[in-house]
Nanobody, 116 residues
Framework: QVQLVESGGGLVQPGGSLRLSCAASGNISSINAMGWSRQHPGKQRERVAYITSSEMTQYLDSVKGRFTISRDNAKNTMYLQMNSLKLEDTAVYYC??????????WGKGTLVTVSS
């Protein structure tokens, strides 16, 4: 059983910054990948970023250079630092964890609204 709780969403102006957090608990392992996905009304769900146990990272092309994913294993917490936010970044952001069997676990999401 895995529990994931996102926080840090809110309203921000274009060009602003926001830091999301994901607190994980339960049957998790640092050898497995974690990441963030997002979904905006009218758009398909898309993977934003993920990070492996070796801290290898991967990003959606549209967020490269603006977003940074990191994890603190001692705190079982993952972060997404979002800079230079754009209107298109508006979405519900979901934290995910992939277990050794390849099953994804998701949090309830946190809403990020970028608006002028």
């Amino acid at each position: 059983q895995v529990q994931l709780v996102e926080s840090g969403g809110g309203l921000v102006q274009p060009g602003g910054s926001l830091r999301l957090s994901c607190a994980a608990s339960g049957n998790i392992s640092s050898i497995n990948a974690m990441g963030w996905s997002r979904q905006h009304p009218g758009k398909q769900r898309e993977r934003v970023a993920y990070i492996t146990s070796s801290e290898m990272t991967q990003y959606l092309d549209s967020v490269k250079g603006r977003f940074t994913i990191s994890r603190d294993n001692a705190k079982n917490t993952m972060y997404l630092q979002m800079n230079s936010l754009k209107l298109e970044d508006t979405a519900v952001y979901y934290c995910f964890y992939v277990d050794p069997q390849g099953t994804d676990y998701w949090g309830k999401g946190t809403l990020v609204t970028v608006s002028s």
